[in-house]
C-alpha cells in the first residue's frame, strides 16, 4: 500500500496580487536578515515577525524553530535556493494530479496564507478520494510549530492504511 502525504503543497505556482509585497518584497529583506545579521539581531526580528504571523512564521514558533530556520537559512547556499524556486515557478502538475491512485493526505496550517488556503483546496478536489486536514493555529511552519498535532494526525490516518496493507500480506511502517 503506498500513501502519499503533501504538506503546504500546490500543484502550480501563484501569487496573488494581495501576497505581492509579500513575496517579492517582505520575503527577500527577511532572507537577507536572517542569513547576514548576527543572531542578537536576527532572532528578535524573527520573534517579531513571529509575533505578527508574518512571512513564514506563526505565534507558535519558539526560539528553537526561530533558529531552526535561520540555520537552514544560513546554510543552504544561494545558487541552490535560487534554482529551486525558480523550479517551483515552474512547477505545474495540474494536468497528472486526477491520475494519482494512492490515499493521499493534504496538510497545511489554519493561518496560512490565501494561496497555500486555495492550493490546498486545489489540490484535494483534483486528487481522487484525496483528504485535508488543517493544523489549528499555525501557518507554513506547522510541522514544526505544531509537531504535535501533524505527529497525532499522521498517526490517525495512516494506522488503518497500514493496517490494511499488513492485512494483504504487505509490511507495514515496521519492515
Given at each position: 500500500?503506498?500513501?502519499?502525504?503533501?504538506?503546504?503543497?500546490?500543484?502550480?505556482?501563484?501569487?496573488?496580487?494581495?501576497?505581492?509585497?509579500?513575496?517579492?518584497?517582505?520575503?527577500?529583506?527577511?532572507?537577507?536578515g536572517q542569513r547576514?545579521?548576527?543572531?542578537?539581531?536576527?532572532?528578535?526580528?524573527?520573534?517579531?515577525?513571529?509575533a505578527?504571523?508574518?512571512?513564514?512564521?506563526?505565534?507558535?514558533?519558539?526560539?528553537?524553530?526561530?533558529?531552526?530556520?535561520?540555520?537552514?537559512?544560513?546554510?543552504?547556499?544561494?545558487?541552490?535556493a535560487t534554482?529551486?524556486?525558480?523550479?517551483?515557478?515552474?512547477?505545474?502538475?495540474?494536468?497528472?494530479?486526477?491520475?494519482?491512485?494512492?490515499?493521499?493526505?493534504i496538510?497545511?496550517?489554519?493561518?496560512?496564507?490565501a494561496?497555500?488556503?486555495d492550493?490546498?483546496?486545489?489540490?484535494e478536489?483534483?486528487?481522487?478520494?484525496?483528504?485535508?486536514?488543517?493544523?489549528?493555529?499555525?501557518?507554513?511552519l506547522?510541522?514544526?510549530s505544531?509537531?504535535?498535532?501533524?505527529?497525532?494526525?499522521?498517526?490517525?490516518?495512516?494506522?488503518?492504511?497500514?493496517?490494511?496493507?499488513e492485512?494483504?500480506?504487505?509490511?507495514?511502517?515496521?519492515?
Open positions: 500500500m503506498k500513501a502519499l502525504v503533501l504538506s503546504s503543497s500546490f500543484s502550480r505556482f501563484r501569487t496573488p496580487r494581495v501576497d505581492f509585497v509579500a513575496r517579492y518584497l517582505e520575503q527577500p529583506l527577511v532572507l537577507a547576514y545579521l548576527p543572531r542578537a539581531l536576527a532572532l528578535p526580528l524573527a520573534r517579531r515577525l513571529a505578527r504571523e508574518a512571512w513564514v512564521y506563526d505565534r507558535c514558533c519558539d526560539d528553537r524553530v526561530l533558529d531552526f530556520v535561520r540555520f537552514c537559512i544560513r546554510t543552504v547556499p544561494v545558487t541552490l534554482r529551486t524556486v525558480a523550479l517551483a515557478m515552474r512547477h505545474d502538475a495540474g494536468d497528472r494530479l486526477g491520475t494519482l491512485a494512492c490515499p493521499t493526505l496538510l497545511n496550517g489554519e493561518r496560512e496564507t494561496f497555500v488556503r492550493a490546498a483546496l486545489e489540490l478536489r483534483a486528487i481522487p478520494g484525496a483528504e485535508r486536514r488543517v493544523s489549528p493555529g499555525v501557518r507554513h506547522h510541522p514544526l505544531g509537531a504535535g498535532w501533524l505527529t497525532a494526525t499522521l498517526i490517525e490516518w495512516l494506522t488503518p492504511r497500514l493496517d490494511a496493507s492485512a494483504n500480506g504487505r509490511p507495514g511502517l515496521g519492515a
